[in-house]
């Protein structure tokens, strides 16, 4: 079965500024998540499910390969600056280019338990290629729900691949639901035409 999720513009969130829109994708039965788009970026945020143990995987290894196929991974972490919350509400930033700051933060997440939130802001300009992304994060281990908000940004010049919406479903606190019921490619679609306005 193949729906499309209905999508809802909130004019009272972004009536001030035009270039500002903001929407909501919901089934009928399960919400989905929301959509900014801004004059440069483009936010699609959801109720997620990301394993913390896995967190530097999923965010610098198996994100970017679905932002930017085909972009070699081993170079990567000369481009990231990431910030971490701890549990006691201490702030962490990392430069990970600067090799100091890569093995502190190393070591921060090899105890994911202690941290609340994180942060990965990427650049990468190399050659004629250059992508750019931000994607936030909750702990779930620290939500009542083990659920947890989870958003990427892009600059709207940016694609929304048919892979990067798999990987948002699949990071889904409902994916089950939605995999058995979206079609990503529609879904994709959609988002392009929304940060395309």
């Not at 699609?44 to 070699?72: C, H, K, M, T, Y």
Request: with cysteine; glycine share 4%; charged share 20%.
């Amino acid at each position: 079965m193949d729906e499309e999720i209905p999508v809802e513009e909130v004019t009272k969130f972004t009536g001030k500024d035009p270039f500002e829109k903001f929407y909501l994708f919901n089934t009928p039965d399960v919400p989905f998540g929301f959509f900014f788009v801004s004059q440069e970026t483009c936010t699609l945020g959801w109720q997620g499910a990301l394993n913390f143990f896995s967190l530097d995987v999923e965010a610098l290894q198996r994100l970017p390969s679905f932002i930017a196929p085909g972009w070699i991974l081993s170079n990567i972490k000369d481009t990231i600056k990431v910030s971490l919350i701890l549990q006691a509400h201490e702030l962490k930033r990392y430069d990970i280019n600067q090799e100091e700051q890569y093995f502190q933060y190393k070591a921060t997440i090899e105890n994911p338990n202690q941290i609340s939130f994180v942060r990965y802001d990427v650049q990468l300009i190399s050659g004629l290629s250059s992508f750019r992304y931000s994607f936030t994060a909750e702990n779930p281990d620290w939500q009542p729900t083990s659920s947890s908000e989870l958003t990427i940004l892009l600059p709207r010049s940016q694609g929304w691949s048919d892979d990067l919406v798999g990987w948002i479903i699949e990071h889904h606190i409902s994916a089950q639901y939605f995999q058995q019921r979206i079609r990503q490619e529609a879904l994709s679609k959609t988002i392009k035409n929304l940060s395309s306005f």
